[in-house]
């Protein structure tokens, strides 16, 4: 069936230097997708999204690329910072009228000082 | 921006019991509110869609008589865990998706254990 995956379970990254997460999606009737971040015990957290028509879109210190020919997704931070050490989901949005968001399976980030 | 309560955020209950979930956005309407479950370390899983007046939409797999869904208003959805028993332990989390927009936002979570 259709499912939205992770690369990497894991990433370690030193301060300061920038993150890249990766996901890939196989639904390709996909038009709108999001990644979030949770910390430990709270429910996820909105960090930045992308409709199917573009390729790039920026935020405050993230990025998020879309390539609709592989059907890949990542997230790009900016100067990781320890404050973004959390699990981070990609999350794919089927349209139509039972439209729903499929989460991927997650990686953690982890910041090292 | 906009908030969805979820409440309570943490609950131990008796096996056997039932236990009920609140999820209320609380500036912005939602017609629809979507329930996820989440195991430690796992990803967020899709229980059912719920719809303001009309029954919930199950996804395969979920007891639709084990877990219960309302959506009396457009402002709120509840969730009952029948006859909790310790597999049903797990977080719970909702989102409401903003009529206005489409955007989708969570709650904080629930956390069920069950004893």
């Known amino acids: 069936g259709e499912s939205v995956g992770l690369h990497l379970p894991t990433l370690s990254v030193q301060e300061g230097d920038n993150s890249i997460i990766n996901c890939a999606y196989s639904n390709s009737a996909s038009d709108y997708f999001i990644w979030y971040k949770q910390e430990s015990g709270k429910g996820p957290q909105f960090i930045i999204d992308i409709r199917s028509n573009m390729d790039k879109r920026q935020g405050q210190r993230v990025t998020v690329l879309l390539n609709k020919t592989v059907k890949h997704l990542s997230l790009q931070i900016a100067a990781t910072q320890p404050g973004d050490s959390a699990v981070y989901f990609c999350a794919e949005n089927t349209p139509g009228a039972n439209s729903k968001l499929t989460f991927g399976k997650g990686i953690t980030l982890s910041v090292r000082p | 921006g906009a908030v969805v309560s979820q409440h309570p955020s943490r609950v131990i209950c008796k096996s056997g019991t039932s236990v009920k979930i609140e999820c209320r956005s609380l500036?912005?309407?939602?017609?629809?509110m979507f329930w996820y479950r989440q195991f430690p370390k796992k990803s967020l899983m899709l229980m059912a869609t719920?719809?303001?007046?009309?029954?919930?939409?199950?996804e395969q797999g979920v007891e639709k008589d084990k877990f219960l869904i309302n959506h009396a208003s457009l402002t709120l959805s509840t969730l009952t865990v029948t006859s909790a028993h310790p597999e049903d332990s797990s977080f719970y989390i909702c989102s409401a998706r903003d009529s206005r927009d489409g955007k989708l936002f969570f709650g904080s979570g629930t956390q069920l254990s069950v004893l």
């Open positions: 719920s719809n303001e007046g009309s029954k919930a939409t199950y």
């Open positions: 500036d912005f309407q939602a017609t629809t």
